[in-house]
């Protein structure tokens, strides 16, 4: 079955820094969704990417969407203690029309 | 935005009772909800998708007779954990779209303890 690889699994940085994370799947995707989830909360949708090449923006943060629509990434510009939480990206698949097929996430720590 | 409630929040349960686990979509019809598990530290796993008025779709590996789901309502869905044991003890959580291809919003979560 369809397999949405995240990378990496912790990330720590200063905060002013800026962060990565890396979506991967190992077939091509219709669509690519993100995830934010704080501690000891749940999921809260960030974006949905649909075209080749797609490029949003929401104030500090980046989202892509690979030309292959195989890839994305999330990128923050100058983290920031609320930035803190687990960034998940979702691609379709599962048994379900549109249950999604979450990557292991990425866990953003930010040091002050 | 777009409002989906769980209940219980937490629930503890004594080994080999049964748990039901609400999950309402406030300010829209879903005639399609999701449930997910999630173990401490952890991604998502979907369990299975509610469809409203028929059965569930249930992935691979999750047992139906053990994971009871009805989704009576275009705004609610049940789950049932049946027979629980402390291997099920986990974070649940519930998600909902206002139609097919459309961004999910999901529910705050149910952690059950099992004892």
């Known amino acids: 079955g369809q397999q949405v690889m995240q990378i990496p699994q912790y990330q720590h940085v200063q905060e002013g820094e800026d962060f990565t994370t890396y979506c991967n799947s190992s077939?091509?995707?219709?669509?690519i969704q993100w995830y934010k989830q704080r501690p000891g909360g749940h999921p809260v949708f960030l974006i949905q990417?649909?075209?080749?090449?797609e490029v949003k923006k929401q104030k500090r943060l980046t989202f892509q969407f690979g030309e292959a629509k195989k890839n994305s990434s999330l990128h923050i510009t100058a983290t920031q203690t609320t930035d803190v939480g687990t960034y998940f990206c979702?691609?379709?698949?599962?048994?379900?029309?549109?249950?999604?097929?979450f990557g292991k996430g990425t866990h953003l720590i930010i040091q002050p | 935005g777009a409002v989906v409630s769980q209940h219980p929040s937490r629930v503890i349960c004594k080994s080999g009772t049964s748990v039901k686990i609400e999950c309402r979509s406030l300010?829209?019809?879903?005639?399609?909800m999701f449930w997910y598990r999630q173990f401490p530290k952890q991604s998502l796993m979907l369990m299975a998708t509610?469809?409203?008025?028929?059965?569930?779709?249930?992935e691979q590996g999750v047992e139906k007779d053990k994971f009871l789901i009805n989704h009576a309502s275009l705004t609610l869905s049940t789950l049932t954990v049946t027979s629980a044991h402390p291997e099920d003890s986990s974070f649940y959580i519930c998600?909902?779209?206002?139609?097919?291809?459309?961004?999910?919003?999901f529910g705050p979560g149910t952690r059950l303890t099992v004892t």
């Open positions: 077939t091509t995707l219709s669509n």
């Open positions: 979702a691609g379709p698949g599962g048994g379900g029309a549109d249950g999604l097929t």
């Open positions: 998600s909902a779209a206002p139609g097919q291809g459309l961004v999910q919003y």
């Open positions: 300010d829209f019809q879903a005639t399609t």
């Open positions: 990417l649909v075209k080749s090449g």
């Open positions: 509610s469809n409203e008025g028929s059965k569930a779709t249930y």
